[in-house]
């Protein structure tokens, strides 16, 4: 073989050596597994005391609350889980569902609320559907049913609904068991959970769920704790939608002074959580509602208790009372009308409960509202960062109030 012969097989060799290595490259990239590291923004829930999430959501302080959620911060350290948390079984918002039928409700679950409940935050849907007074009405006569745990109607009623109803035990609560009301579409129509058997004569409601940090959280930790009937949560941002609702009043929770928005459940009448609070909350039954807001003013107490007026009763009284007691480390203040007092004193639709409590004013959202007489049905928590953040003691004293 000649010199230059020798020199080209040389070549050949070579480049058939990288033809080799390139393919076995590619072979590899295919089969390698993808990476476990976690992305930005994901969420990871090991337990049921503390829930990471990551970017993408800024904590700007507002005038009468936070419009956006920053990562969950621990629930607190005066509570300790009640056992292991077990993953949760149930379908996340992500997979779309299908229609109910009356075979598949409800659907039995095992889990954590404070788990699920971070995944409904995390999916919500990006606006709210704005229902029908039809189907407000017909929504009342479901909330009813399920309040008195009559199951089998509440299915026959979900037919055709993207809604599913589970059966969900929830292992950190000595494995007590509740009924999960999810939207598995889109409607923002919000999550409602419900204790079965005796219950305390106390609904809570987060009705500015993704919007006031770690309400929703505090919501399901308190009705655990105090055995009330229900938990109401919203079920998108309170700035989500663009367009604004009926109730008269101006705020700069969504950027700019403007109205309140109607994907603000706490300042809309015409929502499906007004509709709950409705069926929930009656003269009849004596039921008190009692919804937690933020607030991040100077003005404004860690606690500030109200009952939608400035003119308070003897259960806004005594949940101050009690809160001060409890929540030594914070400040705690009642909306009477004293001067310097925090400006927000919870007046909205919730607050007017079918006129037993308050003036006829519809829906007591077009002005303030004045206590004629009657027992309270409606109290508001304004809390700031740091109560919501260690709502321990706030717990323990809706708890003392309402056994």
Not at 104 to 119: D, N, V, W
Not at 189 to 217: C, K
Not at 303 to 326: C, D, M, R, W
Request: charged share 15%; hydrophobic share 40%.
């Amino acid at each position: 073989m000649s010199p230059k012969q020798r020199v080209i097989l040389i070549i050949l060799s070579i480049i058939a050596l990288g033809m080799i290595g390139a393919a076995a490259w590619a072979v590899n990239e295919t089969l390698r597994p993808p990476s476990t590291a976690t992305p930005a923004g994901s969420c990871i829930t090991p337990d049921e005391t503390t829930v990471f999430c990551g970017p993408g959501r800024t904590n700007t302080p507002q005038a009468d609350g936070e419009a956006t959620l920053p990562a969950l911060a621990p629930i607190g350290p005066d509570l300790e889980p009640q056992g292991a948390e077990a993953p949760t079984i149930t379908p996340t918002a992500t997979q779309p569902a299908p229609a109910l039928s009356a075979a598949a409700c409800p659907i039995t679950a095992t889990g954590g609320l404070i788990t699920e409940m971070s995944a409904i935050l995390q999916t919500m849907p990006s606006v709210m559907q704005i229902p029908s007074q039809a189907q407000m009405t017909a929504w009342e006569t479901l909330i009813k049913a399920l309040a008195n745990g009559e199951v089998a109607q509440a299915c026959e009623l979900l037919i055709g609904l993207s809604y599913q109803l589970y059966l969900f035990t929830d292992t950190p609560a000595q494995g007590e068991t509740f009924l999960l009301l999810k939207d598995g579409g889109k409607t923002g129509w919000g999550t409602y959970i419900f204790r079965q058997g005796e219950a305390a004569a106390l609904v809570i409601e987060a009705p500015h769920a993704a919007s006031d940090w770690n309400t929703e959280m505090e919501g399901v930790e308190m009705l655990r704790q105090t055995k009330a009937r229900a938990l109401l949560v919203a079920g998108t941002p309170r700035c989500a939608n663009p367009g604004y609702s009926s109730c008269t009043g101006q705020t700069i929770v969504c950027g700019a002074l403007e109205g309140y928005r109607e994907s603000d459940v706490a300042h809309n009448p015409q929502t499906m959580f007004q509709a709950a609070h409705r069926a929930l909350v009656t003269c009849e039954n004596k039921m008190v509602a009692l919804q937690l807001h933020g607030n991040s003013l100077e003005s404004c107490k860690d606690l500030f208790v109200s009952n939608g007026t400035i003119y308070p009763g003897k259960l806004a009284q005594h949940l101050a009372e009690t809160l001060a007691a409890a929540c030594s480390d914070f400040a705690v203040d009642l909306a009477d009308g004293e001067d310097s007092e925090c400006a927000f004193t919870g007046g909205g639709p919730q607050s007017y409960t079918n006129g037993c409590s308050l003036t006829p004013i519809p829906d007591g959202c077009q002005t303030f509202v004045t206590r004629l007489k009657g027992a309270e049905q409606f109290l508001s928590l304004e809390q700031s960062s740091a109560a919501r953040k260690r709502f321990g003691c706030v717990i323990h004293a809706v708890a003392e109030v309402f056994r």
